[in-house]
T-cell receptor
Framework: DADVTQTPRNRITKTGKRIMLECSQT?????MYWYRQDPGLGLRLIYY???????NKGEISDGYSVSRQAQAKFSLSLESAIPNQTALYFC???????????????FGSGTQLSVL | GNSVTQMEGPVTLSEEAFLTINCTYT??????LFWYVQYPGEGLQLLLK?????DKGSNKGFEATYRKETTSFHLEKGSVQVSDSAVYFC???????????FGAGTRLAVHP
């Protein structure tokens, strides 16, 4: 079984709809992240969380919200989806402590979201 | 601000050819540097990393050296295989707490 599981794998939705992407992990990590991947732009950080009481905005958080329901679960929501949110979304975890900056990230397989 | 620039792809090589994928960065302080690889249909996986100047990261025949004087972290492999076909991302850690900044990615296609 995968250590970092994202659901759904693919989703097609319409403009204005609310949608939630879910991520769960069995690695026991405190740190979780949401990235989006666009062709030619690489991955950009949307939100990150270092424990269940900690939520931080990344570089492109507008139009998104997150919920850290438990150590193992981190959900990303689009309150009112728009076409330019069509992208591949990745959840990731890391086991870093304190201010560590060189910990390995473990990625899920991604959710391909299309907003029509 | 901090940023990572990679050579544009795709890079197309024959099996057993030498590979170089260029990566340069802009950062304040002393970032850690990474190469991640994404195989088709999968999430990214850490390939190698270097945490200080002159460090060499290596894994699976790939190498990259942290060059502070040229702000570079170029990825090299002496003899590529078809199974190395993937997208390669250069990244740096920024502002502590393991937040990564990624380059745009370079697609590598290796033909028999």
């Amino acid at each position: 079984d995968a250590d970092v599981t994202q659901t759904p794998r693919n989703r097609i939705t319409k403009t204005g709809k609310r949608i939630m992407l879910e991520c769960s992990q069995t690695k026991g990590h405190d740190r979780m992240y949401w990235y989006r991947q666009d062709p030619g732009l690489g991955l950009r950080l949307i939100y990150y969380s270092f424990d269940v009481k900690d939520i931080n905005k990344g570089e492109i958080s507008d139009g998104y919200s997150v919920s850290r329901q438990a150590q193992a679960k981190f959900s990303l929501s689009l309150e009112s989806a728009i076409p330019n949110q069509t992208a591949l979304y990745f959840c990731a975890t890391s086991g870093g402590q304190g201010t560590s900056t060189n910990e390995k990230l473990f990625f899920g397989s991604g959710t391909q979201l299309s907003v029509l | 601000g901090n940023s990572v620039t990679q050579m544009e792809g795709p890079v197309t090589l024959s099996e057993e050819a030498f590979l170089t994928i260029n990566c340069t960065y802009t950062a304040t302080g002393y970032p850690s540097l990474f190469w991640y690889v994404q195989y088709p249909g999968e999430g990214l996986q850490l390939l190698l990393k270097a945490t200080k100047a002159d460090d060499k990261g290596s894994n699976k025949g790939f190498e990259a050296t942290y060059r502070k004087e040229t702000t570079s972290f170029h990825l090299e492999k002496g003899s590529v295989q078809v199974s190395d076909s993937a997208v390669y991302f250069c990244a740096l850690s920024s502002g502590g707490y393991n937040k990564l900044i990624f380059g745009a990615g370079t697609r590598l296609a290796v033909h028999p």
